[in-house]
Structures are given as C-alpha cells and as structure tokens.
C-alpha cells in the first residue's frame, strides 16, 4: 500500500505566512523560511508554498523567498501563485520548486495545462482547485473559484478535475472554501467525488483541526495526501503527533 503524506502549507502575503477563514480574514503566522525549516526538521513529506495575492494583484511569485527556502529544506517543494506561462514555470523551477502548482491560469488557459505538462513532465504540473459548495442545488456539486476564491467561475468542479487530469495534471491540491480555516473537518464528499473521478493523486486541503480530520480526509475522503496549516503554524500539533497518531490508526506513513 502506498503510503500517505502529510504537507503543511504556507499561505504567503507581503512575505509572512497568513491564515484565515474561507480564504478572508487573515491573520500572521510566521516568517515563511523559519517555518520550512521547522517542517522540514519535523518530517513533513512534501511543502507547498502559495503566494496567495499574487495573482489578484497582478504580479509576479516572490521568487527570492522561494530560493531562500528551496536552500534551506530538501524535501520536495510545490510552488503556486502569479504563475502565468511557461517562463514563469520555469523560473520557479530554477529556484528550486520540484512542482508547479496553477489554478486561475489553468482556468483562464487550460492549454497550459498541457504545454506544462508537455515542457516538464506530468509529475511537475499540480492543478489547484478551490471549490465551494453551490446551494440551493437539488443535486450537491461544487462550483470552481479562481483569483484565490475571490472570483467564481461557471465550471463543475468534479467535470474540471477530470479536464485537468486529461489535460495533463499530475495532481490536484483540492480545497474546500466552506471548510478552509475553520478547523471543522474536511468537506469528505467533495474529495471522495473528485478521488473517484480522477486517476492522480488528490491532496486534500481546507478543515483541518485535530488529527481525526487527516485521517477521515484520507479515509472517508479518499485523499492520497493532507494539507494543513493553522494545526501546524500555531504549534498545535507537529508532523510527528500527526504521523503517529495516523500510524496508530492503520495508515500507511512515510518516517
């Protein structure tokens, strides 16, 4: 069986790490590179870093804090935010990104999707899907949120998912705006209907609060990885609590 990994993630605005609720209400969490640092010190399996502001504002990814943390963790780095086209792909790779994860550029252009793909291989491209739940539908389905979440956009999210992944994704980082921050649990419909519909991996992101919610993402949501942030930048729990207490439960852990 395939072990599942555990991915902190930081949310960067104005170069410090923030963390909200349903993507609004931010708050500081920290010097992003001290952060890594700890994370990776810790045995987290992966690191995603999300300039999050980048793209409403029009700009580029903060390449410098990318290059500072890429020198200081050695686990593999997933990078997102302002990415626009194949040069700014490839000038995250260069400063030490292993994947590159788009989510309004893939909407607006899902032919990136492929030339990303085509250019640096499918294990580099991670598709990033904000989805919010839609209401007042006779049917449950998910709405995809662009500009991140800012802007809704008229697509499916499950019919999305399965573009992408067509078009040439690796992965997708799947997150639930309903559930982000609010330490609740995570929306396990919403991964479970994307897991089912998809042949890469899902990381589900959006809900977490105590270890139980990882391990229904992965169990009831049949996610292939977690991420988590406010868990982890309030040093509420570590990577080590995490992966034990998943360990405990039967799941498969890299250590």
Known sequence: MLTKRIIPCLDVKDGRVVKGKSFINLRDAGDPVAL??????????????????????GRDTMVGVVERISQEVFMPLTVGGGLRKIDDMRRMLLAGADKISINTAAVLNPGLIREGADRFGSQCIVVAIDARRVKGDSQLRWQVYTHSGQKPSDLDAIEWAKEAVALGAGELLLTSMDADGHRAGYDNELNRAISEAVGVPVIASGGAGIPEDLYQALVSGRADAVLAASIFHYEEYSIDNIKSYLERRGIPIRR
């Open 36 to 57: 890594a640092k700890t994370y990776y010190e810790e045995g987290a399996d992966e690191l995603v870093f999300l300039d999050i502001t980048a793209t409403p504002e």
